[in-house]
Every structure is written in C-alpha cells, then in structure tokens.
C-alpha cells in the first residue's frame, strides 16, 4: 500500500526515482506536471476506451472506517491505528511452488537467505517469491535487457512507467505478458475481493490494445502541492492569506531578507495556478499543445516575476535544486512546490531536532483569483506483470498471492507486508505505532509492494496532527480536482518525438531567470510544430476520433 503506519516502515523509505523517492507513498505525477512533454503511457498505437467488460469491477471493501473519508477521490485518513486486524484471505492460496520475481531497490538489497521478513510474507502467501533485485537507478536497462529475451523473463515483473522501454505496448505486453482480462475483467475479479478493491482508474491504466495486462501499484489523485513554513511565519507574526498570484508574490517578498529567500523555484506551482494542462486540451475541435496556451505563457510570466523580485534563494536561482528540501527546512527558504509525500518526509527528519517543525499547503487557489483547476495525477506510476503461460492454474496461483498482497489497511496481511513480524522488525510504541527494530534496517526493504498494492491510505499516525492536517486539505483540494484530456489512456508517442520538448525545459528554466523572454517562447513554438509537433497532434487526433 502506497501509505502505512510505522515510523520506520517501508512506506517511509525513499523508493522511487526523483519525485516518487519523495511520495512513496504520496503519488508520482505532478499536478500540472511541468516539463512532461513526452508521453509516459505505453502502446505504440493509437487505442480505444477499454470497454466495461475489460476493467475489474469495482467492490469496495472497508475492514476499518476512516475518520477523515475519501472525498472526490482524495485520500482517506486514520488518526488511529486498530487495536484488531482482520484477515483478509484466512487461508494461504499457495501451492508451496516457487515463483521468480523481477523489482526494483533504491536502497541496500536485503539479505535471502535467513530472512525472516521473507519467510513471513511467503508464509501467508503459502507459495515462495524468489526476488530479482535491482538497483532502481539502472533498472531500466536491466529490464529492457530481460525483456528482449523472453527466456530470461521472471514470472512477475515490475515495470515502473519511467522504465518503459520501446515497442513496450505493441510487441513485448501481447508476445511475453499474460492477458489477464479473463481472469479480472468485470465480475471475474470478484473471484479475488483485495484486487476488486483497487479503484477502477488505476486498472484503467493497465489496459494496453484494449487488453487488461497489468496489476497496479495506485498513485494519489491530488499529488502536488505549494508548502510554507508556517512555524517560522507564526514567529514573524505573519498571517497566511494567500488567494491569488499576486498575494503569492507579496508573501515571497515579505518573507525575504535578514539571510533569508522567500521561495525556491516555484514553477510547479505557477503551472498549478495557472491551470497549465499537463499535455493537451481540446479548445473547440482543436487540441492544443501545453507549450501552445496562454496559461502557459502566464505561468512563465509569473515565474519570472517572482525571480526578478529577488525573493528565490540564490542557489535556486543557479538551478542547485538538489538541496532545495535542505535550504526549505532549515528555514532559509520559506515557499516550496514539493510532492505530498515530502510532507511527512519532512516530518520523519525534523520533529525529532525541531518539536515546533511545521510545514502547510497553501490552500488551493487559481493566479486570478478564479475557481482553481488541480489536474488529477495518473492513477498508477508502477504496475507490474505475469509472464505469459499457458498453465491456467499457475496463472490463477499467480492472481490468488496478487490478492494477498493487496489486502488493504486493517489487515493482517497489510500490516505483516509493510512492517513485517511483530517482536522481529517492529515493536509497538505509544498508539500501537510499529516502531522498527535494527533488524528491521537489513531485513525490510520495498519488494512484494512493487508487484501489486491496495487502495492508498494516509495512516501516518506518529506525526502529531498529520493525518487530519493532510486529509482536510485533500478533501478541501479534491473539489477542484479534474481529469485531464488522455486520462488513465496507455499512449506513447512514437520514437520521433522523443526529444522535440525537451527545448522546453531549458526555456522554461531560461525565461523564469531572466536570460530569455517570452518572445523566445514564440520562436520555440514554431520550431516544435515545425519539428513534429504538428504530426504529433495528429497522432492524439487520431486517438482521439478513435474514443
């Protein structure tokens, strides 16, 4: 599950690349998400809306009732952990075979043998899973390796959608993974009640040529967010009322001097008050590119306005954003756009030093004022697949531990999975907060989670005050919340287009610190369209007429 309860559980342990280190489990995509000018989906082909009987049907299951309920898809909140859990499955599906598995680490790779996480896990799973661990910095090319022979293919691969490599959709999902839409598709996967549960979208994002194939790791719907400092402002006396751009940039200013910036970089969150889209919009029966809206051209005109302010830490100014969390929580920048999950991130390695640390999303707002617009986050970032068999039961045997592991919150198989044995790898602390032990450090690392995770769960109990902080704030953030155009679609755009937007990116950077204008902007438009910008709106056309 993409959150949990332990103050030193798997959840709390960074294991994603760049923003997901920072969100595990918090959600990956950005809202607004500046700068993604290449497609992250995954069939080489322009595809239809999978059909109703393609998706799982969803079954709700609720083995403990939140205090703070899922609103709009926002993520439902526990201040209290419970005194019982419930066994989800009550007997191991297994057969006692053993089955390969093919994950990412971004961490020390646990010890095998002897370890008596594992031992656990595969226990209530009554079959063994024999992890292929890699170094999540380098897992693409070990995946893109495995997959180009099917031989050398896992049983159960994970494959992170930053990983995915070339003819993924079109070639490698139909000839080395196993279609498993007759054995989830609509009531089939009542057969299996912890995958029934998973929310419809994330399943949405696992259909490739109109096929289910994937098994799903669920991403936040709202995953982004502007935090201040709000412990510092209480210090200098200074009221929170920030509902337009132009408050935003007052605070910024306000908030500079005597050693100390008002912000980082804060594009993000221009793109978000802006309502850039994340890729596409359809204005009439056009669709227009990002890059190609007024909302663009006004979040870099705002950008650059808060730099040219002198209200951006020096080091953010010189593009050294990799101690931005550092500069931010040490106090000497005040504003930052960050992932949710950095928040109890922020929290795991403050409050200890800083009892009095806190940090606070900005209540959402639009640059004018307006209604504002957050574009939901995609459903899943990581999924995982079965190697294709024509052995029917293994594949069932397969689905069977897939229900296991995704037992929600309030089960004994969530809670086993990400906090492991109780007087092994954690004890209870105050609230019955798992509290890990030493061996907890060597033995437990994220594995069985990358194969296949339930419903997200803000469960994070030990941070006096977090979960009622987070959870208001996303239920309040879920009324603005709104699909973007291709939502949940597996599209990936052909090879051609791989580096048109990257131009972009440097602009963007470029135009915020004022080394170029949006006149610049004008001319990087008409190169991209004439760059193939325009046969890749033709390509979401086609799409697009296909739905």
């Known amino acids: 599950m993409n959150t949990t309860t332990s103050a030193g559980s798997l959840a709390d342990r960074p294991v994603h690349r760049r923003s997901f280190l920072g969100m595990v489990a918090a959600g990956a995509a950005v809202v607004g998400v500046p700068s993604l000018l290449t497609g992250c989906g995954t069939s080489d082909a322009p595809g239809a809306v999978p059909s109703g009987d393609v998706l799982p049907t969803y079954v709700p299951i609720d083995y403990v009732e939140p205090d703070f309920p899922s609103v709009n898809g926002s993520t439902p909140g526990y201040a209290t952990l419970p005194a019982e859990l419930v066994r989800s499955v009550p007997e191991a599906p297994g057969s006692g075979a053993t089955f390969t598995a093919m994950t990412p680490l971004w961490g020390t790779i646990p010890p095998t043998k002897g370890n008596q996480y594992y031992e656990a896990v595969n226990g209530i799973l009554g079959s063994s899973i024999e992890f292929r661990i890699t170094d999540g910095n380098t897992y693409g090319d070990k995946l893109a390796t495995v997959l180009a022979s099917a031989k050398d293919v896992p049983d159960w691969v994970c494959v992170p959608t930053w990983n995915i490599p070339p003819r993924f959709g ?6 080395i993974f196993q279609d498993l839409t007759d054995h989830l598709g609509g009531d089939a996967v009542k057969e299996y009640p912890n995958l029934a549960n998973i929310p419809t979208d994330a399943w949405r994002f696992c259909v490739f040529n109109g096929r289910l194939y994937g098994l799903p790791f669920p991403g936040e719907t709202i995953t982004d967010a502007t935090f201040v400092r709000t412990d510092v402002l209480d210090e200098l006396g200074i009221t929170l009322d920030v509902r337009n751009g132009q408050d935003l940039l007052d605070l910024a200013a306000e908030l500079t001097g005597g050693g100390r910036w008002g ?109 504002p617009v957050l574009w939901k986050g995609n459903p899943a970032n990581i999924f995982s697949f079965l190697k294709r068999s024509d052995d029917e039961e293994r594949i069932r045997e397969l689905l069977a531990l897939a229900n296991v592991l995704a037992a929600p919150f309030g089960t004994t198989e969530f809670d086993l999975v990400q906090n492991g044995v109780e007087g092994v790898h954690y004890t209870k602390g105050e609230g019955g907060v798992p509290v890990p032990t030493a061996l907890a450090a060597t033995e437990l690392q994220p594995t069985y989670m990358f194969l296949v995770d339930g419903p997200i769960a803000n469960t994070r109990v030990q941070y006096p005050g977090y979960v009622e902080a987070s959870s208001t704030w996303q239920q309040k953030a879920a009324e603005f919340v709104t699909d973007p155009l291709f939502y949940a679609q597996q599209i990936v755009e052909p090879a051609q287009f791989a580096s048109i937007g990257q131009p972009f990116v440097d602009l963007e950077k470029d135009i915020s610190r004022g080394r170029k204008s949006l006149d610049d902007l004008d001319a990087a438009v008409e190169t991209w369209r004439s760059a193939g910008g325009e046969e890749l709106r033709s390509f979401y056309q086609e799409i697009l007429d296909a739905q």
């Open 170 to 175: 079109s070639e490698i999902v139909p000839n």
């Open 263 to 371: 912000a980082e970089d804060l594009w993000n969150t221009s793109a978000t008050i802006h309502a850039v889209p994340p890729k596409w919009r359809l204005d009439g029966d056009r669709l227009v590119h990002r890059v190609e809206t007024e909302e663009y051209r006004a979040a870099l005109a705002w950008n650059a306005e808060l730099f040219a302010s002198g209200a951006v830490h020096p080091d953010a100014v010189a593009d050294q954003q990799g101690e931005a969390k550092t500069r931010f929580q040490s106090g000497t920048s005040l504003l930052m756009s960050d992932g949710l999950g950095g928040w109890h991130e922020a929290l795991r390695d403050n409050l200890a030093s800083n009892p009095g640390f806190w940090q606070q999303p900005l209540d959402p707002f639009a640059a004018d004022g307006g209604t």
